[in-house]
Nanobody, 120 residues
């Protein structure tokens, strides 16, 4: 069983910063991808950023240069540093963990979501 616990959301003014954290617990395979998705009201859930167990990162074009994803493998924790926040960044942010095993292939897990609200 895998559990993801997020923290760090809140209300911030435009141009401000927030840092999200997501701690994973349970059976975590060595081959995995941790990431953040977001969903604004009435919109689909989209990838914000991801980081593989090899350290490779991927960002949505809309956040490149403003957001930084990182991870602490010893703590099974992923972070999202969000700078220069804009009102369009307002959304519920979800932590995502993808695990690979040779027996089950890829499995995906989600956190409960944390609200980020950017006021203009």
């Amino acid at each position: 069983q895998v559990e993801l616990v997020e923290s760090g959301g809140g209300l911030v003014q435009a141009a401000g910063s927030l840092r999200l954290s997501c701690a994973a617990s349970g059976s975590i395979s060595s081959l995995n991808v941790m990431g953040w998705y977001r969903q604004a009201p009435g919109k689909q859930r989209d990838l914000v950023a991801s980081i593989g167990s090899d350290g490779r990162t991927n960002y949505a074009d809309s956040v490149k240069g403003r957001f930084t994803i990182s991870r602490d493998n010893a703590k099974n924790t992923v972070y999202l540093q969000m700078n220069s926040l804009k009102s369009e960044d307002t959304a519920v942010y979800y932590c995502n963990l993808k695990l690979f095993t040779h027996f089950t292939g890829w499995s995906a897990y989600w956190g409960q979501g944390t609200q980020v609200t950017v006021s203009s």
